[in-house]
C-alpha cells in the first residue's frame, strides 16, 4: 500500500489527477476510500446526499433570514425598523456581515436586542454614507460601530471624514472609531478561524463536499491553496454565503473568534449607558 491510500483495490483512482494538489495527503486518502465504497455500492457521487435532506439543511441555516434577487433590500429595511429607537448600530457591508455578527452574539450570549444594539446591512461600502449621517453626529448620534473588508477600507475612511468622524488615516483611527477591517473578508476570517479541514467536514455534513471537489478540480482553481478554494466555493452563490456566514460561525471555536467580528459587538456593547 503506497502513501495515499488503497490504490491497488480501487479501480480508477491510482493516479492524482482527479485531486488538486493543495489537498494534503490525509484527506486524498479519506476521498480515495469514501469513493472506492461509492464505486462497490453502485453510487456515482461519493458525497451525495438526499435534496430534500439538502434543502432542509439550507432552511434551518437561512431560517429568520431573507434570501433571493430582493435580499438586501427587504434586510435592510427589517434593521432599520427595529433601528427606530436603537442606543447603537453596527453598519456592515452585506446580509452575510449581518448573519456572522447576529450569530456569534447568540454564542456569546449576547442580547443585542436588549442591548438596543442593531446590525443593519447597509448595500455595500460605497452605500455606508447616508447611514453615517442618519445615526452619526449630523443625525441621530447613536453609538456607532462597524465591519468592512479591506478592500474598502479606504472608502470607509473617507465616509467618515465626509460625515463628521473626523480624519482617520490609518486601521487604528477607524478602530478608534469602532470600525474594524476583515483580512480579506468575512469569509477569509473565519476559514482561518475555523480552519480548512474542519471546513471541509462542515462542507460534507451539509452535503456540499462534492461541489468543493469539483471546484477544487477545474483548471483555474485545482493548484490553488485550499483556503483560496474555499473563499471562492463560499463567494460563488449568494445563498450559500449567507448559510455558511452562520454555519462557519456555529463551527469556530470561541477562544478563536476573529478580532475585527470580536471587536465590532465589544465597541457597541462597551458604551452600554451604566
Avoid at 9 to 35: E, S
Avoid at 44 to 50: E, I, L, N, R, V
Avoid at 96 to 110: F, M
Avoid at 130 to 147: F, H, M, S, T, W
Amino acid at each position: 500500500m503506497n502513501q495515499v491510500g488503497y490504490d491497488g483495490d480501487m479501480p480508477g483512482y491510482v493516479t492524482d489527477r482527479w485531486q488538486p494538489r493543495a489537498i494534503n495527503t490525509g484527506y486524498r486518502r479519506f476521498d480515495r476510500i469514501v469513493a472506492w465504497l461509492a464505486t462497490v455500492s453502485g453510487s456515482k457521487d461519493p458525497h451525495a446526499m438526499d435534496k430534500s435532506r439538502r434543502r432542509e439543511l439550507a432552511r434551518q441555516a437561512l431560517d429568520g433570514y431573507v434570501s433571493g434577487p430582493n435580499a438586501p433590500i427587504q434586510a435592510t429595511a427589517t434593521a432599520l425598523e427595529k433601528a427606530t429607537d436603537c442606543r447603537a448600530v453596527v453598519l456592515v457591508e452585506g446580509i452575510s456581515d449581518q448573519i456572522a455578527l447576529e450569530a456569534l452574539a447568540v454564542r456569546q450570549g449576547r442580547d443585542l436586542e436588549g442591548d438596543g444594539a442593531v446590525i443593519v446591512p447597509v448595500g455595500g461600502a460605497q452605500g455606508i454614507e447616508k447611514y453615517l449621517d442618519r445615526y452619526g453626529p449630523n443625525g441621530a448620534d447613536v453609538v456607532i460601530g462597524g465591519l468592512c473588508d479591506a478592500g474598502e477600507e479606504a472608502v470607509i475612511r473617507r465616509r467618515l471624514e465626509k460625515a463628521g468622524f473626523g480624519a482617520p488615516a490609518s486601521r487604528t483611527d477607524l478602530e478608534a472609531l469602532g470600525f474594524f477591517v476583515c483580512v480579506e473578508d468575512l469569509e477569509d476570517e473565519l476559514i482561518r478561524a475555523v480552519g480548512t479541514a474542519a471546513v471541509e467536514i462542515l462542507l460534507d455534513s451539509q452535503g456540499d463536499l462534492g461541489s468543493f471537489r469539483t471546484l477544487q478540480r477545474q483548471p483555474d482553481w485545482r493548484t490553488e491553496p485550499v483556503d483560496a478554494q474555499l473563499r471562492r466555493f463560499f463567494g460563488s452563490g449568494a445563498r450559500r454565503k449567507l448559510r455558511y456566514a452562520r454555519l462557519l460561525v456555529q463551527s469556530v471555536d470561541l477562544d478563536k473568534v476573529p478580532y475585527p467580528l470580536e471587536a465590532a459587538l465589544s465597541h457597541v456593547e462597551s458604551r452600554r449607558p451604566a
